[in-house]
């Protein structure tokens, strides 16, 4: 059982099945907290914000470098998601954004982790950069902050440079939804 950076619990309880009887179970869940995730967008340069950083699940899996290129992301803390996520895009991107929207929310790996992950857009232009961004020292995250594109950014995923799920996720919201 963990309880370095999050907690791992081992859960006994019984499940009522479709004909009335009942099963016990165990099962194991990570908990890390809930989380919020934005993609910044500009329409007139037709150009997303993403960032890139070391992620060492990805490295133990396969991943080469360990490097994905993701939207800006993070752990809600005590925070409300919105005041989270403009934490998240100021720490990491360097852009002071204003106006967010609130898209939908989505349970990530709902088979091992219990963390809610709330989507946000926003629009950003050239006037919101507030400072180079790359996350917090203290922190050690290291990022990268990378303007793409965004029929580049879509390219990226069928290419494999982007397979990080909530990143897929909202570029395709801005495609479904003809934002860009």
Not at 38 to 48: C, D, E, G, P, Q
Not at 77 to 102: A, L, M
């Amino acid at each position: 059982m963990s309880d370095n950076w999050y907690v791992l619990k081992k859960v006994t309880f019984d499940l009522v099945k479709d004909d009335g009887s009942k099963v016990t179970q165990e099962r194991e869940a990570y908990d890390r907290g809930n989380g919020a995730v934005i993609l910044l967008y500009n329409a007139s340069l037709h150009t997303v914000i993403l960032i890139r950083q070391f992620r060492l699940p990805a490295y133990l899996n396969g991943n080469d470098s360990g490097m994905m290129i993701e939207a800006c992301a993070g752990l809600l803390d005590d925070d409300s998601p919105e005041e989270c996520i403009r934490r998240e895009t100021e720490e990491e991107t360097g852009y002071k954004i204003n106006n967010v929207k609130n898209i939908f929310k989505a349970f990530m790996s709902p088979g091992a982790v219990t963390e809610i992950l709330y989507f946000f857009i926003g629009e950003y232009t050239s006037d919101m950069k507030v400072s180079e961004g790359g996350g917090l020292a203290v922190e050690e995250e290291n990022i990268e902050v990378l303007e793409i594109d965004y029929d580049q950014a879509l390219g990226m995923i069928s290419s494999g440079e982007i397979a990080d799920a909530k990143t897929i996720m909202l570029l395709q919201y801005l495609r479904l939804h003809q934002i860009l």
